[in-house]
């Protein structure tokens, strides 16, 4: 599986982004964003499951940040909202494998094989 991520910039507080992610090839049972702020570690932001419900978020952005999929482009997308500069990070798609993941594994990095290169999002305040 490659995925390909796209959508980040710049922004001033309050202001909004929506990433985008497109998967070539494999089969996976979800997608996840993760991010990473410098000298942090990363961190789980939303995923989502590939087939039928189960949409999953981090307590930081819930109620700002909207994770959804398109089956038929193969395409998870993240819409953030009322961004703040806490929300300053380089994000991360990544794809789990066939396998399915229990829900409270979802947050987990390990249980997502397949990663995409990270875009940068950085808030001003």
């Known amino acids: 599986v490659q995925l390909q991520a796209s959508g980040g910039g710049l922004v001033h507080a309050g202001g909004s982004l929506r990433l985008s992610c497109v998967a070539s090839?494999?089969?996976?049972?979800?997608m996840g964003w993760f991010r990473q702020a410098p000298g942090e570690e990363r961190e789980f932001v939303a995923a989502?499951?590939?087939?039928?419900?189960?949409?999953y978020y981090a307590d930081s952005v819930k109620g700002r940040f909207t994770i959804s999929r398109d089956n038929a482009k193969k395409t998870v997308h993240l819409q953030m909202t009322s961004l703040k500069p806490e929300d300053t990070a380089v994000y991360y798609c990544?794809?789990?494998?066939?396998?399915?993941?229990?829900?409270?594994?979802?947050?987990?990095?390990?249980?997502?094989?397949?990663w995409g290169r990270g875009t940068q999002v950085t808030v001003s305040s």
């Open positions: 989502i499951r590939w087939r039928g419900g189960g949409i």
């Open positions: 090839g494999g089969t996976f049972s979800s």
């Open positions: 990544a794809a789990a494998g066939s396998t399915y993941i229990i829900a409270s594994e979802t947050q987990a990095p390990h249980n997502y094989p397949y």
